[in-house]
């Protein structure tokens, strides 16, 4: 079984920098949509398209067959999902749910297990790539969850992402995205550090680039938040607020696994230093700025 248009209706409550783009992807591939957020004004354009605007979360649960999700915090996940009013207690028998926020993966445990009471089901289906990938439709989606689920949404989740893969049981997309986050904490320092060498080295930061985008040390963030960094765009894609947060969750997992992580802890102090100078809103390249006017 899989859900096409016209089945069902669809419901994404969050539209931030991301979840704007992913919920329009989801209304232009056909979709019958419902959404809600806390900010009225950032659903107009979608609302504008055909969307239809419901005044509070269970209210959209009620009205919906699935009903995806990205939120800010673990702390609103849990709220959303598990509160009185949330859509666990709302949502009509059979929906699917789908927290796309980086959140805890206990919590997304707990989710699974209170959907699974109330005949719902329940993943934790995060994302990587950024404000880019959300907006050009390619994010890398880490799922957690039943695998037959997993298929049952997949002609949703390949309008807002390329890579789709099932990782395991509920908590599983949330682990995988915390290996994520880690690999990108380190790799954001080794980023910024060598973009700092290089306009110390009185090289052209643009041409040193050029040359070692291509190479053993080529990654996402080398390719697509350098340029920023060099452009001195220090924009959201993903707010440094954001990514402490989901250092703290990483930090906290690995201390109960007793892994180390020195390098994720290096990155999460140098960010929380950004933060206490102001630079909480701005996005994770801004860490160019501990080694340049801090």
């Given at each position: ?258 892994v180390s992580t020195p390098g994720l802890s290096l990155a999460e102090a140098l960010y929380r230093q950004l933060a206490e100078k102001g630079y909480q809103d701005q996005g994770t390249q801004a860490l160019i700025r501990y080694y340049s006017s801090m």
């Amino acid at each position: 079984m899989v859900i096409s248009p016209g089945q069902a209706s669809v419901g994404f409550i969050g539209l931030g920098v991301m979840g704007h783009s992913m919920a329009g992807h989801i209304l232009a591939g056909g979709y019958d949509l419902h959404v809600y957020t806390r900010t009225a004004s950032k659903a107009e354009e979608l609302t504008g398209r055909g969307a239809v605007w419901q005044e509070t979360p269970a209210k959209l649960a009620q009205a919906c067959d699935i009903i995806l999700t990205m939120v800010g915090y673990p702390q609103d996940v849990e709220e959303l999902y598990l509160g009185e009013d949330g859509l666990i207690a709302n949502a009509r028998h059979g929906a699917y749910l789908l927290d796309m926020t980086t959140s805890s993966p206990a919590l997304a445990r707990r989710i699974g297990e209170a959907a699974d009471k109330r005949g719902l089901h329940a993943l934790d289906a995060p994302v990587s790539g950024g404000d880019i990938g959300a907006r050009e439709g390619r994010l890398s989606i880490m799922i957690g969850g039943e695998a037959e689920d997993v298929e049952v949404l997949r002609p949703i989740l390949s309008l807002m992402g390329r890579q789709i893969v099932h990782q395991g049981p509920a908590g599983a997309g949330q682990h995988t995205k915390m290996c994520n986050q880690i690999a990108i904490a380190s790799n954001m320092m080794g980023v910024c550090e060598a973009m700092a060498y290089a306009e110390s080295a009185g090289l052209d930061p643009q041409t040193v680039l050029k040359s070692i985008e291509s190479g053993a040390a080529g990654s996402w963030s080398l390719s697509n938040l350098a340029p920023r960094i060099i452009a001195g765009d220090l924009a959201p894609g993903f707010y440094i607020k954001h990514f402490i947060k989901d250092m703290g969750i990483a930090l906290e997992s690995a201390k109960e696994m007793n892994v180390s992580t020195p390098g994720l802890s290096l990155a999460e102090a140098l960010y929380r230093q950004l933060a206490e100078k102001g630079y909480q809103d701005q996005g994770t390249q801004a860490l160019i700025r501990y080694y340049s006017s801090m």
